[in-house]
């Protein structure tokens, strides 16, 4: 006779606790190291308690290279760890929905409060609002360097670009300004919060969108988005508005599978609005909701894939117009969390998702990106992406040979 599969899930609680335990306190790992990164020219807090302990940590990442850029290597090494490990949880049902949303919440809740490690996009995001709010200009043709007296130029990078993105990222983001009132940190963390619940929206919006659709691989989505470690860099500890732009995306293609299809395409928009890289999805947005006018079958599962090469051409346009950036892996890793049981997307996240939070390692360990770093992250991210063939091509010989034996 065979046992219950909910007599299965319930025996198997406490190796999940524990690795849950675990990442937790890698979570707090991560936390802490970020504060190695702080820029030299910063202060957070003039309390001499705290300032004394900001100065070991920056002693650490900035006079201390070799070991900031091991400690890195281990928590990278041990985030990609884990998440291998609650994806095989996931596939055998070893873990529930409601574990993954309790662990979710809590790496949001301990790395919204972490420093912006990896890149300083967030302190011109912060500046962008600002020449709005303080200085009541237009950021599309003022710049940075135009308030030459301003305390944030002292650790911004960028000063001398004018406003790049779309119109709605000023919309959501000048009413953080406001509310934090001029002061610096106030507005950084209404920034990171920002940053954390698109991808909390993120997370909860693939969970419906795969319940719609193939609610079978709904538990293997979410983990295969939400612990993968670029993912949680770059949202939560870098705090790019990629993630924004993603969680309006993906809000778009709920309201799209559930035939919304006005208010999804203006998600759309909104999305299109802040860093114009989705706008490569609206003919198919376009294109779905007439097929199903004239009752053609949609197979989600393919459009998630079409999504998917879409966003890839983005990425590129991305890269051919400036160089390639880890977090442009957002663009795509939201469409290979919609088709978690494709071997042929999943081996290729999980791999280029490593090599490309791998690029940061020699900017620790150097604290520059000058010559020969980006000929050897070149060969990284193109050897990345061999290998991802290679591994994929290799696992489907392996099943293919089970099969037959």
């Known amino acids: 006779m065979k046992t219950p599969q909910h007599v299965t899930k319930i025996s198997v609680p406490q190796p999940t606790k524990l690795f849950v335990g675990l990442y937790i306190l890698l979570a707090i790992s991560l936390f802490l190291y970020s504060f190695t990164q702080i820029d030299l020219g910063l202060t957070l807090t003039r309390a001499s308690f705290f300032a004394t302990i900001q100065h070991a940590f920056q002693y650490i990442g900035y006079f201390n290279r070799s070991l900031s850029a091991v400690l890195f290597s281990v928590i990278l090494i041990l985030l990609f760890f884990f998440y291998v490990i609650f994806l095989l949880f996931a596939k055998r049902d070893l873990i529930t929905k409601k574990t993954v949303w309790v662990t979710v919440f809590l790496i949001t809740a301990i790395l919204t409060l972490s420093y912006t490690a990896f890149s300083y996009d967030i302190f011109n995001y912060v500046f962008d609002a600002k020449i709005v709010t303080q200085y009541n200009e237009n950021p599309y043709f003022k710049k940075a360097l135009d308030y030459p007296n301003d305390p944030m130029l002292s650790f911004m990078h960028w000063t001398h670009r004018t406003y790049p993105y779309g119109p709605t990222w000023l919309i959501a983001t000048v009413p953080l300004s406001f509310l934090g009132l001029q002061y610096f940190l106030p507005t950084y963390f209404l920034f990171k919060l920002l940053a954390a619940g698109a991808y909390l929206g993120s997370v909860f919006a693939i969970s419906r969108i795969m319940r719609v659709v193939a609610p079978k691989y709904e538990l293997q989505a979410m983990v295969l988005f939400a612990f993968n470690p670029l993912v949680i860099i770059e949202s939560l500890v870098s705090g790019h508005n990629d993630i924004v732009m993603m969680f309006l995306c993906l809000l778009a293609i709920l309201l799209l599978v559930k035939k919304h299809y006005l208010v999804s395409l203006v998600v759309l928009f909104l999305s299109i609005g802040i860093k114009y890289a989705t706008g490569f999805l609206l003919p198919l947005f376009v294109a779905i909701a007439?097929?199903?006018?004239?009752?053609?079958?949609?197979?989600?599962?393919?459009?998630?894939?079409?999504?998917?090469?879409?966003?890839?051409f983005a990425l590129v346009a991305a890269v051919l117009r400036s160089t390639f950036q880890p977090w442009y892996l957002l663009f795509i890793l939201p469409f290979a969390a919609l088709t978690p049981r494709k071997p042929y997307i999943v081996i290729p996240t999980i791999v280029l998702s490593f090599a490309a939070v791998v690029n940061y390692l020699p900017y620790l360990y150097t604290g520059n990106w000058d010559k020969p770093i980006p000929e050897i992250l070149l060969t990284l991210n193109v050897s990345a992406v061999v290998l991802s063939v290679l591994i994929t091509i290799g696992y489907e010989l392996l099943r293919r040979k089970k099969r037959l034996t």
């Open 290 to 312: 007439l097929f199903d006018r004239k009752k053609i079958p949609i197979k989600w599962e393919q459009i998630f894939i079409t999504f998917l090469v879409a966003m890839i």
